[in-house]
């Protein structure tokens, strides 16, 4: 039997366990909040159900199949036994997460991959109680991974190439689109793409250019039209007659040109933030009504482009 840990049964932890248990793998949950693993079984149970009445539950088994691979301990050794891949999920904090595998080390078999789901830190940083950081990486999921298969891997400089190799094996195993990072760097790849947009985004409605409704539109029915199926990379390439090169021959300068317009990044606590603050809560109330009502929205949309995905 493959088990795998999860440490941390919050929002990812809790999607992660499903993702392996769609896989056919053994989960065992561990939180250090006493009953809340277990709390995080009933909420996933209630999840798989439902994802299986609609036809999207992910892998070849029932619910009642990938349920019975699940498992909650409060305690720490007794989740950790027998697994040869753990995937630590607990909050986004660096002395938590560096005491964690400071644990971690001793109470597992050096063959054994200790895997972060860290969003924002390095794995220099995360790792650095640790002692031998060979079986050491950062997996970085987008929320939800159950829907959004994207993981980022990546390495400490002490990582083997093995752990990188057997990580990325694994997860194509089970569903996820890993992808390689050849070295750290704050944000990784996914997040500073973010950021650029964001950050241009909030300069043109910060300067006047385009309300925040409209700047939303240019992604939701503009870029993002395409980057469901094809980067910005590929993107470039068709849109020439020959190509990439020339693309550039023909657009480089514009591009150019206008990357070298971008402002200074924005301070989003400045009085003429508050404008935009309030522009969006006009759209979109910030109270709990609202925004869960979205959020439900985006999952239900998010699950429908999932479904479209599969089937190309
Ligand atoms: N939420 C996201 O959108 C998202 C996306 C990608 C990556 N991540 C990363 O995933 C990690 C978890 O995020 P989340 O949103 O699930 O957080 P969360 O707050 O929902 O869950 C964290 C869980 O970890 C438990 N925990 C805290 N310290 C622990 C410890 N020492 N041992 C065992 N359990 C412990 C908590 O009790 C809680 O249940 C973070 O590093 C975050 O950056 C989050
Ligand atoms: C470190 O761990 C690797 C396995 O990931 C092992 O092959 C190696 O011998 C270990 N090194 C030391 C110094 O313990």
């Known amino acids: 039997m493959k088990i795998i840990t999860i440490i941390g049964s919050g929002l990812i932890g809790r999607s992660w366990a499903m993702v392996f248990a ?44 990938q349920l019975a691979l699940l498992s909650s301990h409060d305690d720490l050794q007794q989740a950790l036994q027998g697994a040869f891949f753990v995937q630590e999920c607990v909050f986004e904090n660096l002395k938590v997460k560096q ?37 050491c990486l950062v997996s970085h999921p987008v929320n939800p991974p159950y829907y959004v298969k994207l993981v980022e891997l990546v390495p400490h400089p002490d990582t083997l190439a093995a752990t990188v190799d057997k990580t990325h094996a694994l997860l194509t195993e089970v569903g996820q689109v890993p992808v390689r990072l050849r070295k750290e760097i704050d944000g990784f790849a996914l997040n500073r793409v973010q950021a650029a947009i964001i950050v241009e985004s909030w300069r043109l409605v910060q300067d006047g250019i385009i309300s925040v409704q409209d700047i939303d539109l240019v992604m939701s029915e503009g870029l993002g039209m395409r980057y469901a199926f094809i980067g910005p990379m590929e993107t470039i390439h068709l849109n020439a007659p020959e190509g990439l090169a020339d693309y550039m021959r023909r657009y480089g300068d514009g591009v150019r040109r ?35 009502a979205r959020r439900e929205r985006r999952d239900q949309l998010l699950m429908g482009l999932a479904r479209l995905k599969k089937d190309h």
Do not use: W
């Open 99 to 135: 005491n964690l595998f400071r644990n971690l080390e001793r109470l597992v078999g050096e063959d054994v991959i200790l895997s972060s789901s860290t969003s924002y830190l390095v794995p220099s940083a995360v790792f650095s109680s640790v002692q031998n950081r060979s079986r």
């Open 258 to 292: 206008v990357a070298s317009s971008f402002g200074p990044v924005p301070d989003f606590f400045a009085e003429d933030a508050k404008r935009i603050v309030s522009e969006m809560c006009q759209l979109i109330p910030n109270d709990e009504r609202h925004l869960s």
């Open 22 to 65: 769609s896989g056919g793998y053994s989960v065992k949950i561990h939180d250090n909040q006493p009953g809340q693993a277990a709390i995080a079984l009933t909420e996933i149970k209630k999840q798989m159900m439902e994802l299986q009445e609609v036809g999207m539950l992910r892998g070849q088994l029932s619910a009642t199949q």
